[in-house]
C-alpha cells in the first residue's frame, strides 16, 4: 500500500516564524500535492509538482513556497506565518501515466497523508 | 475549475440502513472519484468512475455517474457504525477540484 507520510500531526508556531511542513511517499510517484482544509471551504490546493524541482501553482498560493528536491519528498513552506494560516494541511502523492503530458493524467487516484493540523499563534 | 458539490450537506442514519450522497459538477470530466476522511485523518480514496461508465460497484459501494445531468451519487448499502465519515467527491486530472463533503454519521 501507498503510505504518504506527514513529518507532525500537530504543530503550534508563533506569528512571524518561518515553518516547515514535510511530507514523504513510498511508492515512488511522480506527481505531489499540498492542500489546506478549513471548514466551510472544503480542500484546497497551494501547490503540486509533477517533478522533482518542478512546482506549480494551485488555487491559494499566496504566502506559501515548495520545495522537490527529492522525488520522495515535498516540503511546504510558510514564509512568515499569519494566523488566516491556521489550517489543517493535507499532502498526497499520485502516478502520472501521461508521459507527453507531466501532470495531466487523469486516471490515478491521490493517496493522502494523514495531515498536520497547524496552528498560528 | 470543475466543481464537485455534495448533497446533502449532513446525512444521519441508523446502522443498516442505506446511504445515498450527491454530487454535481458543472463541467465534463473524463472521470469522477470519491473519498473518505474520517475525523482527523487524511483522505481515502473510495472509486473512480469513468465518464463513459454508469455505474461502478466496489463492495457496498455503488457509484453511478449521469454525464448529461452532471452528477453522480454514492449509495452505502447496510451502513455501520465505522462507515462515519465525511464523503467528497472530487473531479479534474492530477489537479482534482473537491466538494465541500457529506458529513455521515451512522447510529448504532
Known amino acids: 500500500d501507498v503510505k504518504v507520510t506527514q513529518s507532525s500531526r500537530y504543530l503550534v508556531k508563533r506569528t512571524g516564524e518561518k515553518v516547515f511542513l514535510e511530507c514523504v511517499q513510498d511508492?515512488?510517484?511522480?506527481?505531489m500535492f499540498w492542500y489546506r482544509q478549513d471548514p466551510g471551504l472544503g480542500l484546497r490546493l497551494i501547490y503540486f509538482?509533477?517533478?522533482?524541482?518542478?512546482?506549480e501553482k494551485g488555487d491559494i498560493p499566496e504566502g506559501y513556497s515548495v520545495s522537490r528536491e527529492k522525488k520522495e519528498r515535498f516540503s511546504l513552506i510558510l514564509e512568515s506565518a499569519s494566523t488566516n494560516q491556521t489550517s489543517m494541511y493535507l499532502c498526497?502523492?499520485?502516478?502520472?501515466?501521461?508521459?507527453?503530458?507531466?501532470?495531466?493524467?487523469?486516471?490515478?487516484?491521490?493517496?493522502f497523508g494523514d495531515g498536520t493540523r497547524l496552528s498560528i499563534l | 475549475s470543475q466543481q464537485g458539490e455534495e448533497d446533502p450537506q449532513a446525512l444521519s442514519i441508523q446502522e443498516g440502513e442505506n446511504a445515498t450522497m450527491n454530487c454535481s459538477y458543472k463541467?465534463?470530466?473524463?472521470?469522477l472519484q470519491w473519498y473518505r476522511q474520517n475525523s482527523g485523518r487524511g483522505l481515502v480514496h473510495l472509486i473512480l468512475?469513468?465518464?463513459?461508465?454508469r455505474e461502478k460497484h466496489s463492495g457496498r459501494l455503488r457509484v453511478t455517474l449521469d454525464t448529461s445531468k452532471k452528477s453522480s451519487s454514492l449509495l452505502i448499502t447496510a451502513s455501520r457504525a465505522a462507515d462515519t465519515a465525511s464523503y467528497f467527491c472530487?473531479?479534474?486530472?492530477?489537479?482534482?477540484?473537491f466538494g465541500e463533503g457529506t458529513q455521515l454519521t451512522v447510529n448504532p
Open positions: 498526497a502523492s499520485s502516478r502520472n501515466t501521461t508521459i507527453r503530458s507531466p501532470g495531466l493524467n487523469s486516471n490515478q487516484p491521490q493517496h
Open positions: 511508492m515512488d510517484h511522480e506527481n
Open positions: 468512475i469513468r465518464s463513459n461508465e
Open positions: 463541467t465534463s470530466i473524463n472521470n
Open positions: 472530487a473531479t479534474g486530472g492530477s489537479r482534482l477540484t
Open positions: 509538482s509533477y517533478d522533482v524541482k518542478m512546482k
